[in-house]
């Protein structure tokens, strides 16, 4: 049908705005429900942002205010108390009519504590009651022309009071995920993309409420801070020098204002713009404005020693930033908080996020405090782990000809993911950027940290180790895809194990978890040798009846490739994480800002997020999170119905999420390639003669091909079964069982009670979300648990190097 037209404006003053809800309220028409609950989110709203400016004194401006959210509350009331009669008069109960306030007063005391009685309880959704049939009519309510004298800027100013109300809610919100972090309860992937999600937000709310701003109310920089804080001052009566005895450049007792706004961070930025010079690097003297104390009680601090400490931790790392400009480098993974920096570094121009992500960064050192360098002690050990996989995977390799089924850009893309955890995990290029600046200026060379960007910046941290993950999920995929051998095991370790109850490979069950059986094996699991091999050759495209007959003439090569149709693949089914992946998983050359999920539509963000799941029952299924903290009872149904959710829970529902599927990105792919190709060479080496017979010596052209040898297996297996049926040997109490899937089971019994748990064991060390691994692998592994400590302490034993383990005691990088 065609467009439907604009609602129709009518501008109307408070005064008529009371009166037309006395009429309503007087006549047989009944308020919607809808409209109901939109007036008490506004009065909410109206109430959170101007609670702790109004009451300090008697500007016409808050009393303007004052007046209109009571205005809206005598309307509500009226309107409310007859919709609740009407409800009760059906129901058969009596209603009386609410008591009128007889507080007359308009102290600001007296209006504060009427202000704070409404309390608002959030429906999970707001019902439709507006008929198609009825003209909608939009009203601005406007103030009375008597009350309506001079301050043009007063809605203006309202809607700016609303923006650093926003960014006070996610302040908090990011600062409780980085103190769930040091407690051990999330993950430092989740906590960074959150917190680097949240900045993105921040960014476009404030470009948009600058966008909405009359002209000549806010110009640049810092002057949006300045209106509401000097502001601020006149009301409380407070105008007066800023307190620079005590090292501050505002006011020390408008210190909760000052916070509020960013002000303090603000003017560290601003005292370091004349530092920035072109052609020049900072260089930061340790200890000259002191040094900073993890171990001090941030809350026993006063406000001025509290500003110092931002100021040792700011100034020291800003150097860091400028020299990244100077040196045009590009982090591998970009985080907002680095490139706001950077801009910064480059342009010399602080402004409202700037500040609010540079406050952001500070918070998060409060929040892990005694452990400061614990986000970079965690990337640390990602990159020792994926360092070692990939030097495991090396050695592998060098033990078997170069299949011709994997590209060179596999092995490209190993050596670019090794190469970055050595430049910058286990190196630090500033320092040697800083050290040949120096000697090229003819100075000593200064002591500073190494690695301060990332002992600085958790968030960079988190979000390289994400970044890491990512590379290593899609890589180790592609991996076992190529060679197809995990899945190829898979088939012959249930086959064996419908033969040896006692046989478990607590790897495989995860890995069978985690993709699905329906996807593995094409529907439920085989239950004999027959249907084994049917649904393997389904899954690989290869027919070993036509291929591997001892009289085929078809060449060895020719036996192990597909017959026209290409293998099952695997995907990654981190559902969460797959939404981030083009944002975080590629290196972005420059300081080019990512789009935030708003931009880029969060309502199909929100439908994959929290749509119903497309694996099947027996597929990893992610345990039910803890309940979202500002959050909605219940959030599919909610997203579902209308896509009506806030940014706060929306960044709750990722962190949960993200969370949820830590287990499933650590994954690794490479060690489970390992497993497969050293069970097969076993396999191989003692039933090489068995093999030779059935297929005669050209059965395996080399060892790239070593994983079809399950299909052999399962070949010589199905024969058996079917010669055993054939003599009568099979009946209803019994089955026969060939020699040799039980000669493999024999096999593989010993090498699984020591290598068949090295996946999970990794997963307990490294990985945060334990209790949830736990849940999902109680029935598979029958060993006993250690305490933690113990634990950890002999996994990192037993996946680490001996000279990663010494590295990681003595904190020196590998040489």
């Known amino acids: 049908g065609a467009k439907s037209a604009e609602p129709v404006k009518y501008p109307v003053t408070v005064g008529e705005l009371r009166k037309l809800g006395k009429f309503v309220s007087d006549s047989s028409m009944q308020a919607p429900a809808s409209v109901l609950v939109i007036a008490r989110r506004a009065i909410t709203l109206r109430k959170n942002v101007t609670s702790w400016f109004v009451g300090q004194g008697s500007d016409a401006t808050?009393?303007?205010?004052?007046?209109?959210?009571?205005?809206?509350?005598?309307?509500?009331?009226?309107?409310?108390?007859r919709f609740n009669e009407r409800k009760s008069t059906n129901d058969g109960n009596g209603t009386t009519e609410p008591t009128a306030e007889t507080q007359g007063d308009c102290d600001d005391k007296a209006w504060l504590n009427r202000f704070a009685a409404l309390t608002v309880d959030e429906p999970e959704d707001i019902p439709a009651t507006v008929s198609e049939h009825n003209e909608i009519i939009k009203v601005v309510a406007m103030e009375d022309e008597a009350e309506d004298e001079g301050?043009?800027?007063?809605?203006?100013?309202?809607?700016?009071?609303?923006?650093?109300?926003?960014?006070?809610?996610?302040?908090?919100?990011?600062?409780?995920?980085?103190?769930?972090?040091?407690?051990?309860?999330i993950d430092l992937m989740s906590a960074s993309v959150v917190t680097d999600s949240a900045l993105q937000f921040a960014r476009d709310l404030i470009q948009e409420t600058r966008d909405s701003l009359p002209p000549g109310f806010f110009q640049s920089g810092l002057d949006l801070q300045m209106i509401v804080f000097e502001t601020g001052c006149v009301t409380r009566g407070e105008v007066g020098p800023a307190s620079q005895e005590l090292g501050l450049a505002f006011n020390v007792r408008m210190a909760d204002l000052a916070e509020w706004c960013y002000l303090g961070v603000g003017s560290l930025l601003?005292?370091?713009?004349?530092i920035i010079q072109k052609n020049s690097i900072p260089v930061y003297k340790p200890g000259y404005f002191g040094?900073?104390?993890?171990?001090?009680?941030?809350?026993?601090?006063s406000v001025a020693e509290k500003f110092?400490?931002?100021?040792?931790?700011?100034?020291?790392?800003?150097?860091?930033?400028?020299?990244?400009?100077?040196?045009?480098?590009?982090?591998?993974?970009?985080?907002?908080?680095?490139?706001?920096?950077?801009?910064?570094?480059?342009?010399?121009?602080?402004?409202?996020?700037?500040?609010?992500?540079?406050?952001?960064?500070?918070?998060?050192?409060h929040a892990l405090r005694a452990s400061r360098t614990g986000a970079f002690s965690d990337l640390r050990l990602t990159g020792l782990r994926i360092a070692k996989t990939l030097d495991d995977f090396l050695k592998l390799s060098q033990t078997h000809a170069k299949p011709p089924f994997w590209p060179n850009e596999g092995d490209e893309e190993i050596r670019r993911i090794r190469e970055l955890i050595k430049l910058h995990i286990e190196d630090d290029p500033l320092v040697h950027l800083r050290n040949a600046a120096e000697l090229e200026a003819g100075r000593s060379k200064t002591s500073g940290s190494d690695h301060l960007l990332f002992q600085r910046n958790p968030l960079l941290c988190g979000l390289m180790i994400f970044q890491l993950n990512l590379r290593m999920q899609t890589i180790g995929q592609a991996l076992v895809n190529r060679w197809y051998d995990v899945q190829q095991m898979a088939f012959l370790y249930n086959l064996i194990q419908k033969q040896d109850q006692e046989l478990t490979w607590p790897d495989m069950e995860l890995f069978l978890k985690i993709h699905g059986e329906d996807r593995i094996f094409i529907g439920d699991r085989p239950k004999d040798a027959g249907q084994s091999l049917r649904r393997l050759e389904l899954a690989t495209g290869i027919s070993s009846t036509t291929r591997f007959a001892s009289n085929s003439r078809i060449g060895a090569r020719e036996r192990h490739k597909p017959d026209g149709k290409d293998p099952r693949i695997l995907g990654p089914t981190t559902t969460c994480a797959n939404l981030f992946r083009e944002r975080y998983q590629d290196q972005i050359v420059g300081n080019v800002r990512n789009v935030s999920l708003y931009k880029v539509g969060v309502g199909k963000f929100l439908d994959e997020l929290t749509g119903p799941s497309t694996t099947k029952s027996k597929s990893f299924k992610a345990g039910k999170g803890a309940e979202l903290e500002l959050s909605l009872a219940n959030p599919q149904l909610l997203l579902h119905k209308s896509?009506?959710?806030?940014?706060?829970?929306?960044?709750?529902?990722?962190?949960?999420?993200?969370?949820?599927?830590?287990p499933i990105l650590l994954f690794?792919?490479?060690?489970?390639?390992?497993?497969?190709?050293?069970?097969?060479?076993?396999?191989?080496?003692?039933?090489?003669?068995?093999?030779?017979?059935?297929?005669?010596?050209?059965?395996?052209?080399?060892?790239?091909?070593?994983?079809?040898?399950?299909?052999?297996?399962?070949?010589?297996?199905?024969?058996?079964?079917?010669?055993?049926?054939?003599?009568?040997?099979?009946?209803?109490?019994?089955?026969?069982?060939?020699?040799?899937?039980?000669?493999?089971?024999?096999?593989?019994?010993?090498?699984?009670?020591?290598?068949?748990?090295?996946?999970?064991?990794?997963?307990?060390?490294?990985?945060?979300?334990?209790?949830?691994?736990?849940?999902?692998?109680?029935?598979?592994?029958?060993?006993?648990?250690?305490?933690?400590?113990?634990?950890?302490?002999?996994?990192?034993?037993?996946?680490?190097?001996?000279?990663?383990?010494?590295?990681?005691?003595?904190?020196?990088?590998?040489?």
Not at 62 to 81: P, Y
Not at 165 to 185: G, P
Not at 322 to 339: G, H, K, Q, W, Y
Not at 643 to 662: C, D, F, R, W
């Open 62 to 81: 808050d009393i303007r205010h004052a007046h209109f959210i009571e205005a809206m509350e005598e309307i509500c009331n009226l309107l409310e108390w």
């Open 151 to 185: 301050n043009v800027f007063s809605h203006a100013f309202f809607r700016t009071l609303c923006l650093f109300h926003d960014l006070q809610s996610w302040r908090d919100f990011i600062n409780r995920t980085w103190k769930e972090y040091a407690e051990l309860n």
């Open 270 to 274: 601003q005292s370091f713009v004349p």
């Open 291 to 301: 040094v900073y104390d993890p171990k001090a009680n941030r809350a026993e601090m």
């Open 308 to 365: 110092h400490e931002d100021k040792l931790l700011l100034l020291e790392v800003l150097p860091e930033f400028c020299m990244l400009n100077a040196f045009n480098v590009s982090m591998p993974v970009r985080d907002e908080i680095t490139t706001g920096l950077v801009d910064f570094a480059r342009h010399k121009k602080p402004d409202l996020w700037l500040c609010f992500a540079t406050q952001i960064m500070l918070d998060t050192h």
């Open 643 to 662: 896509h009506s959710i806030g940014a706060l829970q929306l960044l709750a529902l990722v962190k949960t999420k993200l969370y949820e599927e830590e």
């Open 668 to 815: 690794n792919y490479f060690s489970m390639h390992r497993r497969s190709i050293e069970i097969l060479r076993l396999i191989q080496a003692q039933e090489h003669h068995k093999l030779v017979q059935y297929f005669t010596r050209d059965y395996m052209p080399s060892d790239a091909f070593i994983s079809n040898l399950v299909l052999l297996v399962l070949h010589v297996a199905h024969g058996s079964a079917l010669a055993g049926k054939d003599l009568g040997l099979e009946s209803r109490s019994s089955s026969v069982v060939s020699g040799i899937i039980m000669r493999c089971g024999d096999l593989m019994r010993p090498y699984l009670d020591k290598h068949g748990s090295t996946v999970i064991k990794e997963l307990k060390t490294f990985g945060r979300n334990k209790a949830h691994l736990n849940g999902d692998l109680s029935n598979i592994s029958s060993q006993k648990e250690v305490e933690s400590s113990s634990a950890y302490r002999f996994g990192l034993e037993d996946i680490l190097s001996p000279g990663a383990m010494e590295s990681l005691k003595a904190g020196i990088p590998l040489a």
